[in-house]
């Protein structure tokens, strides 16, 4: 009788468990690496066996047909070719990290002012190379003729 209590009970708390993560776990702004190098921002529910981004946007080289020229950004995930739901379902042996930020980011209010378009262009900026100094030298003095 005892037996059958206490597996009574890991039932319980594991249904507990995973009740918490489908239905009362919140989703919080994150980026997400994966194993293949691709980066995708959303909002990430993590659960036991996977993680779900909501509201993902991958970032991607897009041809821009005003310019010529190719653009690097982040992509809403919805508005790709094959139109997919507007989550994906994360194989966590696939997550190389995830990383949560601020709702105030940048990146979140740049998503949010390009919902409409589905296309936030990036611009990253090298560093600049200081440049080598010349050995400056002295300037003489020279009255000027007359």
Known sequence: MKKIIWILIVVLVVLLFVIYFVFFSKSKPA????????????YLKVTPSSLILKNPWILQNQ??????QIERGFLRWKNTIWQPNDFIVFNRNNVVF?????????????IEQNKES???PIQIQTPQQPQPQQPQQPQSQQQPQK
């Open 98 to 110: 995830w990383s949560y930020i601020s709702k105030e980011s940048n990146l979140l209010k740049g």
């Open 31 to 42: 980026v997400v690496l994966i194993s293949n190098g691709d980066i995708y921002v959303g």
């Open 118 to 120: 589905g296309f936030l």
């Open 63 to 68: 041809f821009n047909q005003q310019t010529g």
